[in-house]
């Protein structure tokens, strides 16, 4: 139950069920559980319009469906996809004995169809409709996975050189992007037309009409163009491989701007673990902004995870508590005492500590201080993180030289500090030099020369433990670094003190991002177990961005009733429940109206599957009353 202090409707949310490994998998049943990869990403999704799920074993895709309404996962797959390899001598990175495990596993859409991708440890990326997966499972008669792996039509079927990690896709664009471990970005252009066309001689502008039939899927070659005519590029009648150069560590993730707002494809967003963070204009293969956390805003930061945040989809706040999350807000950087200071950085840590049914302690862990009441429990919480990053230099058998967070002032409400809040005072941040590479570091990347202009999207980026949502990004030559935003930090929203013999250190990252745009909502996954549920804001008083936690889950409860498994996370899905499947007459993105946009009335389930095969099952919803508009049309998830 929500604290009386949060004055705002708190996202809806249920618990559906929750399977054991024995629940799955059974002693003396005939299905044995897969092995897993570990050290992965995201290796679990749900498709938006068939009620199908999938999850990625090594060098297989298994497929599912879930129960309705419990949403439970049976342990015998429904299908199993072998994944196809362009060459089966390549070595892996992680695990030289499987090259071919699957590192990242998404869905979305590409043109008109769904599709699903993987990137794999040996550099393949493979990609299927899910229509084809679809038919091939109605095609199952023998019902007999184990026994049949399936091979199934791709639309993809590349390497990219080295292991690959991040992916992206476009949809109008008909883009998907690639990143591995060779520092680089491969973006795989597929045609848009045929050579009997008339559209080819022409190039796609905003609003022009997508062909009816996907071109790209038909052809098997993929050439580099002879020149980067961005005209050429975009009208192709020939699939065209683009590579983009710069980043000088691995990059984990990378994501496009997947809205109206950009219907050629031209930004995409790459993090890198060297707290490196560029967006890119792909058709000129330059960087149009670098919003990297220096080391002289006080944050050096890992890139993890990344997202573009359309900042139509953010849901509108009347004070600063329901923007933040928390009723004082740390103001770092700017010129003035008010919120919005073009460069600023804001901090809303303490909104970690007002979330209902959670803990920071885990109940493994025994709480033990000598001084009383909160400020006990402060002074234990502090002391665990110091002892925590203390355990993660052994593991990384590297120094971690300590930086700490600089002066700051505060911004509140007129009205008192959250009751019971341990503090409103974020935690020092700490840099592991030797992992991450020195902060503020200059590159020799070619930086678009265009004037001073704001990006049609905001970046949503996550690190080891901490978040940065950075909006009204502008860039421009005469900017210092290039590139000027707001940044709003939330630092270790998803640490919890935890007997040190249960901790995944090499887990410890907030590598997992998904979105839902027509609830407001981001979800962020801690490999290590835990997700916080976001809801993206902006202040109706100055048009400030930001987000405030919802719900940290598993639930308190669900870890006093020992539920939640001392096993890291293997992926996280999200998607609508069955009856809810795409609205009916529009797609989010299309209405520039927030709240038209934000507030639909559809629910969605969202999945946790853990390596030891236990799965977590949610609903989330955002009420009638709270969504400003009417009842959509539903049609069938199938």
């Given amino acids: 139950m929500a604290p009386p202090d949060r004055d705002w409707k708190a996202l809806g949310i249920s618990a559906c069920s929750h399977q054991s490994p024995a629940d799955r998998y059974p002693h003396k049943g005939d299905v044995r559980a897969p092995g897993v990869a570990w050290y992965r990403n995201n290796l679990t999704a749900l498709s938006q319009c068939r009620n199908l799920f999938f999850a990625a074993y090594y060098d297989q895709i298994y497929v599912y ?44 859409d590409l043109g008109h169809e769904e599709v699903i991708a993987v990137t794999c440890d040996d550099g393949d990326v493979v990609a299927y409709t899910t229509r084809s997966i679809h038919d091939a499972l109605e095609r199952n008669t023998l019902n007999e996975p184990s026994l049949q792996p399936t091979r199934i039509r791709t639309i993809l079927l590349r390497n990219v050189g080295e292991s690959a990690w991040g992916i992206a896709i476009h949809k109008a664009a008909r883009l998907i992007a690639v990143s591995s471990n060779k520092h680089n ?26 062909p009816e039939v996907d071109i790209g899927f038909e052809l098997d070659e993929w050439v580099r163009p002879f020149k980067y005519s961005e005209t050429l590029l975009r009208r192709s009648t020939r699939n065209f491989v683009i590579v983009l150069e710069g980043h000088a560590y691995n990059i984990p993730n990378i994501a496009f701007c997947n809205t109206d707002a950009d219907p050629t494809g031209r930004y995409l967003v790459s993090t890198d673990i060297g707290g490196v963070t560029f967006v890119w204009d792909i058709w000129q293969r330059s960087v149009l902004a670098d919003i990297s956390a ?45 919120l919005g200071t073009p460069g600023a950085v804001y ?25 009383p009441g909160p400020a006990g429990v402060a002074a234990v919480f502090a002391q665990s993180l110091e002892s925590d990053d203390d355990n993660t230099d052994e593991d990384d058998e590297s120094g971690e030289p300590e930086i700490m967070a600089p002066n700051t002032t505060t911004i509140q409400d007129e009205s008192p500090v959250l009751a019971g809040m341990i503090s409103t005072q974020p935690t020092p941040a700490r840099v592991d030099e030797a992992l991450f590479g020195l902060p503020g570091r200059k590159t020799s990347i070619p930086l678009n020369k265009n004037q001073i202009s704001t990006l049609p999207f905001h970046v949503f980026q996550t690190g080891k433990s901490d978040i940065r949502l950075m909006s009204d990004i502008k860039h421009g030559p005469i900017i210092e670094h290039g590139t000027s935003c707001n940044t709003l930090v939330c630092q270790q929203v998803l640490h919890q003190k935890i007997s040190s013999h249960l901790r995944h250190p090499a887990m410890e990252r907030l590598n997992m991002v998904l979105q839902i745009p027509e609830l407001g909502i981001m979800a962020v996954a801690y490999q290590a177990g835990r997700v916080a549920l976001l809801t993206m804001t902006k202040r109706e008083k100055n048009g400030q961005f930001g987000f405030r936690p919802e719900w940290l889950l598993p639930f308190r409860a669900q870890e006093l009733a020992r539920i939640r498994p001392m096993a890291a996370l293997l992926g996280m ?25 934000v507030n639909g009335t559809r629910r969605f389930r969202l999945i946790l599957t853990y390596y030891d095969h236990t799965i977590l099952t949610y609903e989330i919803w955002r009420s009638i009353a709270d969504s400003g508009s009417g009842i959509q049309d539903r049609i069938l998830v199938l």
């Avoid at 990344?306 to 900042?311: E, F, G």
């Avoid at 139509?312 to 003035?336: K, P």
């Fill in 65 to 108: 469906k879930p129960e309705f309404p419990s949403q439970k996962i049976s342990g015998k797959a429904e299908l199993i996809i072998d994944l196809p390899t362009t060459n089966p001598n390549r070595i892996g990175y992680i695990h030289p004995g499987k090259p071919h495990s699957v590192n990242q596993l998404v869905i979305s």
């Fill in 185 to 210: 970005i491969t973006v795989f252009a597929f045609a848009l037309c045929r050579e009997s066309s008339p559209d080819a001689l022409h190039e796609v502008n905003e609003g022009d009409v997508l």
């Fill in 294 to 338: 220096y080391e002289r805003r006080g944050f050096n930061h890992a890139g993890w995870g990344v997202a573009c945040l359309d900042p139509r989809s953010c849901r509108l706040s009347s004070s600063i508590l329901e923007t933040f999350g928390c009723r004082a807000v740390s103001y770092r950087y700017g010129t003035d005492d008010t």
């Fill in 347 to 371: 901090d809303n840590t303490a909104s970690r500590n007002a979330v209902p049914d959670s803990s920071m302690f885990h109940p493994t862990f025994q709480v033990t201080s000598n001084v």
């Fill in 573 to 597: 899905a999200i998607g609508p429940v069955q009856g809810c499947g795409r609205l009916s007459g529009s797609a989010a993105g299309e209405s520039r109206d927030p709240k038209v946009l």
